[in-house]
C-alpha cells in the first residue's frame, strides 16, 4: 500500500510566529506533524510514501533525511503549488482528526497549531502506552513543592522551580527553566528560555524574550529580561570602555546632525528585538548615530554583522543563518567597507558571514585602520 501525502503551503500565512520551517514540520508533542503521518504510515502497513511539497521542499527533505525510525520508502517531489486529488492526504492535521477550513491569517495558523497540540494531548495515551499523561524528559528536575497537573511534554533539562503551577496542555523546550512560583497552562515554552517567578503563562507561546498571547493577539518581540528571556549562548557583549566611547560618540554626533540638513527615517526590527532608526541621508555616522546608545546600552557592538529582520534571516542558507543568528550586531561592519551597507543588500551575507567567521581579533584591526573611513562614508557615493 501507498501514501501520497500533500503538505499544505501556508507560508503566506505566517506573518505571526515567522517560523524558518513550513507548518507541515512544526512540533506537536514529541516530534513534528508530519512525522506523525509516518508513524501513522508504519502502523497502517503502508511501504512507501510520496510527499509533495511547495513550501521550502528543502527543509522537508533534509527533516526527512536526518530521521531513521521509519522502516517505509519514501519520496519527494517539489511542486509548484499545493496539489488537490483523491487520493491525497492533507498533512494539515494530525492523523485521526476531521478534515477542517484551512486558516485565513496568522493568529488563525497559531490557532490551528494549538488545536493539533490539544488533540494530541488528548490521544497520546490511546497511542504510546507509557506516556501516562505525564512525560518528563532525562535530567527534568522539579521542586517537591511544584504542581504539575497533566497532560503535559516536559523535553530534556527542563527545571520547574518552587511552587509553580504547569498545566495542562504545557509543552517545554530543552533546557527550559521556571523560576518559582509560576503559573503556565495551554503555552508552549521554546528550548532554553528561562520565565521568572510570579508570573503567569497562558495561552501563549515564549521563545527566548518574544512573547506570542494567543488569547490576546499580542505579538510582543522582547520582553524585559526581568520577565523572560534566552538562555542561549549570547553573542559577545560590548566591553565597559566600548560602551562609554559609543555614548560619547552617540552624545557628539546628534549634537552635530542639528545643524545639518533634514532627512526621512526607517526603522529596522531586527530578528533579536533590536528596533533601530535610521536616517536615509547622510554619511554612516549621521544614519546611524541613535544605533550608538544600544552599544551604550550593552546590545549592541561598535563593530559587528548589520543587524536583519527576521524575514531576511530565514531567507538565507540554513547554515548561513545559524552562523549570522549567532554573530554579534553591530553599528559598522565589514560589509560597509565594500558597499554594503544594509540586510536588503545581494552581497551584504557573504561579507557579514567572512566577517562572523573570521578570528574577532583579526576584524578589530580592520575596524582600527577604517574607522574613519566608515564614519565619512556616504551609501549612494559608495554604491557608485
Given at each position: 500500500m501507498d501514501w501520497t501525502l500533500a503538505l499544505p503551503d501556508w507560508a503566506q500565512l505566517d506573518t505571526v510566529r515567522k517560523s524558518p520551517l513550513p507548518f507541515a514540520l512544526w512540533q506537536v508533542g514529541d516530534q513534528p506533524i508530519l512525522h506523525h503521518w509516518l508513524d501513522d504510515a508504519v502502523n497502517q502497513g503502508v511501504s512507501s510514501v510520496h510527499i509533495l511539497c511547495s513550501d521550502r521542499p528543502s527543509e522537508v527533505r533534509r527533516s526527512m533525511e536526518q530521521a531513521h525510525l521509519w522502516r517505509l520508502e519514501w519520496s519527494l517531489e517539489a511542486v509548484p503549488k499545493e496539489p488537490e486529488g483523491p487520493q491525497i492526504m492533507r498533512v494539515d492535521r494530525l492523523p485521526g482528526m476531521s478534515p477542517e477550513a484551512p486558516p485565513t491569517d496568522g493568529w488563525g495558523l497559531l490557532d490551528r497549531w494549538f488545536a493539533l497540540r490539544r488533540h494530541w494531548f488528548e490521544h497520546a495515551p490511546d497511542r504510546l502506552p507509557h506516556?501516562?499523561?505525564?512525560?518528563?524528559?532525562?535530567?527534568?528536575?522539579?521542586?517537591?513543592?511544584?504542581?504539575?497537573?497533566?497532560?503535559?511534554?516536559?523535553?530534556?533539562?527542563?527545571?520547574?522551580?518552587?511552587?509553580?503551577?504547569?498545566?495542562?496542555?504545557?509543552?517545554?523546550?530543552?533546557?527550559?527553566?521556571?523560576?518559582?512560583?509560576?503559573?503556565?497552562?495551554?503555552?508552549?515554552?521554546?528550548?532554553?528560555?528561562?520565565?521568572?517567578?510570579?508570573?503567569?503563562?497562558?495561552?501563549?507561546?515564549?521563545?527566548?524574550?518574544?512573547?506570542?498571547?494567543?488569547?490576546?493577539?499580542?505579538?510582543?518581540?522582547?520582553?524585559?529580561?526581568?520577565?523572560?528571556?534566552?538562555?542561549?549562548?549570547?553573542?559577545?557583549?560590548?566591553?565597559?570602555a566600548e560602551r562609554i566611547v559609543a555614548g560619547a560618540m552617540y552624545a557628539a554626533f546628534e549634537t552635530a546632525a542639528r545643524f545639518g540638513p533634514k532627512s526621512t527615517r526607517r526603522v529596522i526590527d531586527s530578528f533579536d528585538g533590536l528596533e533601530l532608526e535610521e536616517e536615509t541621508e547622510g554619511p554612516l555616522w549621521r544614519r546611524r548615530r541613535t544605533w550608538l546608545k544600544e552599544v551604550a546600552r550593552g546590545r549592541m557592538r561598535l563593530w559587528g554583522v548589520l543587524p536583519r529582520s527576521q524575514a531576511q534571516l530565514d531567507a538565507l542558507d540554513p547554515e548561513w543563518r545559524q552562523v549570522l543568528s549567532d554573530a554579534p550586531r553591530g553599528v559598522f561592519a565589514f560589509s560597509d567597507l565594500h558597499g554594503s551597507h544594509g540586510a536588503d543588500s545581494e552581497l551584504e551575507a557573504v561579507h557579514a558571514v567572512f566577517q562572523a567567521s573570521s578570528a574577532r581579533d583579526a576584524m578589530r584591526e580592520v575596524f582600527k585602520e577604517n574607522f574613519r573611513r566608515l564614519l565619512e562614508t556616504t551609501p549612494e557615493e559608495e554604491d557608485d
Open positions: 506516556f501516562e499523561r505525564l512525560a518528563l524528559g532525562r535530567f527534568t528536575q522539579i521542586h517537591p513543592t511544584a504542581k504539575i497537573r497533566p497532560p503535559v511534554w516536559f523535553e530534556d533539562y527542563v527545571q520547574v522551580g518552587p511552587n509553580c503551577e504547569v498545566g495542562p496542555y504545557v509543552s517545554l523546550g530543552s533546557g527550559a527553566v521556571l523560576e518559582g512560583p509560576s503559573v503556565v497552562r495551554n503555552a508552549v515554552l521554546e528550548g532554553n528560555t528561562i520565565l521568572a517567578g510570579h508570573t503567569e503563562l497562558i495561552d501563549a507561546v515564549l521563545d527566548g524574550g518574544r512573547l506570542i498571547h494567543l488569547r490576546h493577539r499580542a505579538d510582543i518581540p522582547k520582553l524585559d529580561i526581568l520577565i523572560a528571556d534566552s538562555l542561549k549562548k549570547r553573542a559577545a557583549e560590548p566591553s565597559t
